[in-house]
């Protein structure tokens, strides 16, 4: 009798770890997929911007002139001007999902996504970006915003993936260093590019403030920005004065239960 009470154990044991075994390679198998969807989909929709070769070197020398000198005089000026390191090919990108609005890169990070836009906030929390079902999910608009990035607060939601992938590398904003070597984002649709100056990051709980849309400014829309500022775990020099737009990103955290770390730029238009 003791036998067989040990080996039934024993077989709930085996039964126990393989099915633990199962769901861990499952998981990982997910990753992988979605690692390599978006890793294929850069490098097939995205390329590097290229330098204009052809402007004569008289002119070339004018420009780094006129350039250093605005710079002495309004740096802030100066950075937002700069042309977007990348382009995307978003006719193909919405030939694949017409819910594509956007890309995000942030240069020297993981964080290199298409964005989408959908019916509900649920779906692309389990979905890539070609409709494929995955744990990875995709970076997505609240459903609750305008389309084309017209709001003056526009929310981004991605996983916090335990390989780094997607919106895990949000936290490290919470060091003054980290922000410092990678202050700036950049956020392309086919409509406008914009340029993204990160101004304040936090953790915060899922229904805060820090979600609050608003479709233009006003002083309700000012004091959220003094909000954030006034949170931030790093200082940024960027001047909001005469700001129109933030966009806010938004991941898990594991702080507390339900807890977020947000993160909000101010959007800067390109020509």
Not at 106 to 114: E, H, L, R
Not at 191 to 215: H, M, N, P, V
Request: charged share 15%.
């Amino acid at each position: 009798m003791r036998k067989a009470a040990a080996r039934i154990a024993m077989l709930v044991c085996v039964a126990v770890f393989l099915v633990a075994a199962w769901n861990i390679a499952s998981i990982l198998l997910a990753y992988r997929q979605g690692e390599q969807l978006y890793t294929e989909t850069a490098a097939q929709y995205v390329q590097e911007a290229q330098e204009d070769a052809s402007e004569p070197t008289q002119q070339a020398e004018a420009a780094e002139a006129d350039t250093a000198q605005s710079s002495a005089l309004a740096p802030e000026t100066v950075e937002t001007e700069a042309e977007p390191p990348i382009s995307a090919d978003f006719d193909s990108l919405q030939a694949v999902n017409p819910e594509v609005v956007g890309w995000l890169y942030c240069p020297d990070t993981a964080i290199n996504y298409p964005v989408l836009q959908g019916t509900d906030n649920e779906y692309y929390l389990h979905h890539l970006y070609d409709g494929t079902y995955n744990s990875s999910g995709s970076i997505f608009v609240d459903c609750n915003n305008s389309a084309g990035f017209a709001d003056a607060n526009t929310i981004l939601y991605g996983h916090h993936m335990k390989n780094g992938s997607m919106f895990a590398g949000l936290q490290k904003f919470a060091d003054q260093t980290y922000y410092e070597e990678h202050p700036v984002m950049w956020l392309l649709t086919p409509e406008q590019d914009y340029k993204i100056l990160l101004l304040s990051g936090y953790t915060t709980s899922a229904d805060s403030d820090a979600y609050t849309i608003f479709t233009q400014p006003g002083q309700a829309w000012e004091d959220y920005l003094a909000q954030c500022l006034a949170q931030s775990d790093f200082t940024a020099a960027v001047d909001t004065g005469g700001a129109e737009k933030l966009i806010t990103l938004s991941t898990c955290a594991y702080s507390f239960e339900d807890a977020r770390y947000v993160l909000h730029g101010v959007m800067v238009a390109v020509e």
